[in-house]
């Protein structure tokens, strides 16, 4: 590696190792905690590659990047940030920073980029000045340092302002609508219309047509498009044929498999590769556990600004709110500190409250591991009864009866396939079923059938 790189960052720590790194590898290095004296190294022509914190006493990195691009074309900047959300990632992208990690970053990781900056220097094209963009609101918990999550902001950044429809996939609760609107509101399209489209919609002959006017070249999102019947898909399809100019940007929520649902006939061929020209996949909570604490602090902290009393979780029940398996995934977790916000009688939430509110102690133990001794139906009625503790005082929505059932004969059926090698008439057996029901179920149940293992 050959180059002179400016590093800037408040933190000595920081200042020390990547100095050292950097040095190691070859590389000149001029590091300084001041955004200022970074600014005056720009201009006097220092340096080939910048490394810029983005907090600074003196000022903002992401703030510096349209200057040192006016002051240095070419001059490829790395941004590295512990504010880990997905704001970041957006202005790094507008400001057209080379690349961008959150804190704590992997050092090769950080010197690999280095060395590619450095290298593609010559070919590095001037930034453009990004427009102001509005602040994220109170209502966007994109918050996290987890790698899928910062994978996820990078992406968004990247195809934020294209024309690719986008179409985003999840649980239930994940996040989907707010990263369609997170899309929308920090993109070029800002200023026109949002609209989100159910089913009903499209119905009538001036449906489809009345969706695109109401749009006006904005955003247009089909709101979990997997539960639309094939007329309604039918609708989208020849809507998204006969787009002209001033079209709005296409996007879909699912929190079904559509490729699954695709196979299995349930979903239209054409739709699936008319919305997937950009797939973005939400993780839920239990992919990106060490989050949690964070979404927590973050609910806690915007309940003190809507006028609750202040609030902090005790060591414990952080432990326990973190060990649980959130199956309701954000948004449980959300709906639960603003309970605790309100039941809770002293400043320091207990492990005791967080117990009473997702169920009694001997429910919580499954979630962590345990649990082996329970017989099945007081397992599943441990699930049942946590299910309807979720909604507080109100009923689940309807279709109760049908949602268990599927969530039940889902991993019974993947499960008997697996212990019979993919065998259906064996399957079939060992359930008691005729082979015409089971395949009917596979069907129903977007079961992907493929060679398996035999359980050992």
């Not at 202040?310 to 398996?325: G, V």
Request: charged letters at 25%.
């Amino acid at each position: 590696m050959d180059g002179t790189v400016l590093v800037a960052d408040d933190d000595r720590t920081i200042r020390t190792v990547l100095t050292q790194a950097l040095t190691r590898a070859g590389c000149k290095v001029h590091a300084t905690s001041s955004l200022m004296t970074l600014m005056r190294w720009v201009e006097e022509g220092k340096g080939d590659l910048v490394i810029s914190d983005v907090i600074m006493p003196d000022g903002n990195g992401l703030e510096a990047l349209p200057r040192i691009a006016k002051e240095r074309p070419g001059l490829p900047v790395i941004v590295i940030s512990a504010q880990n959300t997905i704001m970041t990632a957006i202005q790094a992208a507008e400001a057209e920073a080379y690349d961008y990690l959150p804190k704590p970053f992997d050092l090769p990781d950080l010197m690999k980029r280095a060395a590619r900056a450095l290298e593609q220097k010559r070919r590095a094209v001037p930034a453009k000045t990004a427009e102001p963009r509005p602040e994220p609101g109170d209502d966007l918990p994109l918050v996290g340092r987890t790698p899928a999550m910062q994978a996820l902001y990078r992406l968004v950044a990247r195809v934020m302002n294209t024309d690719l429809a986008v179409l985003i996939t999840g649980e239930s609760g994940t996040g989907k609508s707010l990263i369609a609107r997170a899309i929308h509101d920090f993109s070029d399209r800002r200023t026109l219309p949002f609209v989100v489209a159910q089913a009903q919609d499209l119905q009538g002959a001036d449906g489809p047509s009345a969706l695109i006017a109401r749009a006006r070249g904005g955003s247009l999102v089909f709101d979990e498009v997997g539960d639309f019947d094939d007329d309604a898909q039918g609708r989208i399809v020849r809507l998204l044929d006969t787009l002209g100019s001033n079209a709005p940007r296409i996007m879909a929520t699912s929190q079904i498999d559509l490729g699954r649902r695709m196979e299995g006939g349930g979903f239209r061929q054409d739709l699936f590769y008319r919305l997937g020209g950009v797939t973005l996949a939400v993780p839920s909570l239990r992919e990106r556990v060490d989050d949690i604490p964070a979404l927590a602090e973050h609910f806690l902290t915007r309940g003190e600004r809507e006028g609750f009393a202040l609030r902090r979780l005790s060591a414990d029940a952080m432990e326990l709110i973190r060990a649980y398996s959130w199956p309701g995934n954000v948004r449980q977790l959300e709906n639960t500190v603003r309970r605790l916000l309100v039941t809770s009688p002293e400043e320091e939430i207990g492990r005791t409250e967080v117990e009473a509110i997702l169920g009694s102690q001997p429910a919580m133990e499954p979630m962590k591991g345990g649990g082996e001794g329970d017989r099945l139906s007081a397992s599943v009625a441990k699930h049942l009864k946590r299910y309807f503790d979720l909604h507080g005082g109100a009923l689940p929505p309807p279709g109760l009866y049908g949602r268990i059932l599927r969530e039940v004969e889902m991993p019974l059926i993947e499960i008997a396939l697996d212990a019979t090698a993919g065998n259906q008439a064996k399957c079939a057996d060992l359930l008691g079923i005729n082979r015409n029901t089971l395949r009917k179920k596979i069907t129903e149940l977007d079961i992907r059938v493929t060679r398996r293992r035999k359980l050992m």
